[in-house]
């Protein structure tokens, strides 16, 4: 993953990377999700969040807090947030406290993130790991067999849900409405071997991962 853009202190993120790199092992989740915004301005909605296109922006049209909310056709596995954000472009537009919740749809959205950004230029990473109650332990075994056997755990924290909901709460210099400029969602990538317990993301620990 790219250098991480999370401040010293815990829950606060500064500055932002100017180029989106996620971990192999991730998957962009939301594609087939059903994505729906609280308001808008005409001709900058929900769309302009999804169009890879850096200069376009999502403009809320309304009260705080500024929802944005993705909903799944089934329950699946969420790791991580990436959003594009620009306090140079757009300054008291800028989010500056944003909360994130999961559930299984409006009625039971429970919080699970909050986040202040501080002056973000760039892709802003929203990690979903933590001890709230929702989230869940996966354990990860890689056995790689290549002259020797290397057997190591990884823990692993993700969200599982039908829904998740981007409240930005508060923008910069207390603007009212607010721009963001892409939103993405990674999940860990599925299994690609069927009936096998363990991840594995490289060539070389796919190409001993079975018996012959």
Known sequence: MAESSEGEEEGKL????????????????AKKAAWSVSSCKPGNGVASL????????????????????????????LKLVVLYVDFKLDESYTPSKISVRAGDGFHNLKEIKV?????????????????????????RLFISVNYACRIMLWKETFV????????????????????VRQIKVYGPRLNPIPRQPFQFTS??????STLR
């Open 50 to 77: 999804r169009d890879d296109n850096l200069d376009t922006y999502w403009q809320s049209d309304g009260a705080q807090p500024h929802l944005v909310n993705i909903q799944f056709q089934k329950k699946v596995k």
């Open 203 to 208: 060539t070389e620990f796919i190409t001993y």
């Open 160 to 179: 599982n849900t039908f829904m998740l909901q981007i409240a930005v709460l508060s923008n910069h210099l207390n603007g009212r409405d607010t721009h």
């Open 14 to 29: 500064t500055g932002g990377n100017q180029q989106l790199v996620v971990d192999d092992d991730l998957r962009e989740m």
């Open 115 to 139: 986040v202040e950004l501080v002056k973000p230029t760039g892709w802003v990473y929203i990690s979903l790991s933590g001890n709230d109650p929702s989230m869940h332990l996966w354990n």
